[in-house]
């Protein structure tokens, strides 16, 4: 069944929340809607097929501020080959993976379709919940209630930086999860897992009970394993795009995941 049916898409809190109550960590992969150019969809169903909890899936987009080199450069290969936000979600409703999905995108491209129009084309696509990292919790109330109208999960980024008395703010109104920034600058892989993941894991999980999920910087199935000893699951972008960039193959790709998923299950 494809993803433009006619159903609500399902709640990625709720989904989230029950698989980690199974004692499970979780795994949320990230793909650029558009890039493999051609065949990119098989990335959402073969990530879904290889133990994948949710997608995240970025919208390209001319002026990524938080991503670093190997998505901008993906990105960029998406924009010159046609991709835009109405041909990735066309694209994302044809799917047929049964996990929740998370549209990762910059304010930009809300804020010009208009926040309730955008709001109801995610859902129409399929998606659950979006990040829109560059809107700050004191600014997002428009967006927000447009996307609450829609059903649709507003995640919220917390950075290691952020002093303690507004990382409770933060997560009272994240919806889906919360996304702990594993370090300070923009996504990319790192050869070792920084101190700020766990720190920051730890702090978030001292004040909520939603879960909380850490991206940035998580670059390998060893530094997944070890962030997801305090935290509730990974987010893993870069390191994915990397191979598919360096000429690696869909099944590369999947092949990865797999080897995230199954160090996960080790913790």
Partial sequence: MSRNDGSSPVSLEAHLRARRAEGRKLLLPYVTGGYPVGDWPRLIEGFASVGADA????????????????????????LEAGSNPISVLDEVSKTEADVPLVAMTYYNICFRMGHRRFAASLRESGFSAAILPDLPLEEAGPWTEAADGEGIETVLLAAPTAPDERLPRIAARSRGFVYGVGLVGITGERAELAASA?????????????????????????????????????????????RLLDGGSIDDAVGFVAELRAALDGV
């Avoid at 899936?57 to 998406?78: R, W």
Wanted: glycine content about 8%.
């Fill in 55 to 78: 997608l995240e899936i970025g919208i390209p987009f001319s002026d990524p501020v938080m991503d670093g080199p190997t998505i901008q450069e993906a990105s960029t290969l998406a």
């Fill in 198 to 242: 766990i720190e920051i894991a730890r702090r978030l999980k001292g004040i909520t009970d939603r879960p909380v999920i850490i991206g940035v910087g998580v670059s390998s199935p060893e530094q997944a394993a070890e962030v997801a000893q305090v935290a509730d699951g990974v987010v893993v972008a870069s390191a994915i795009i990397r």
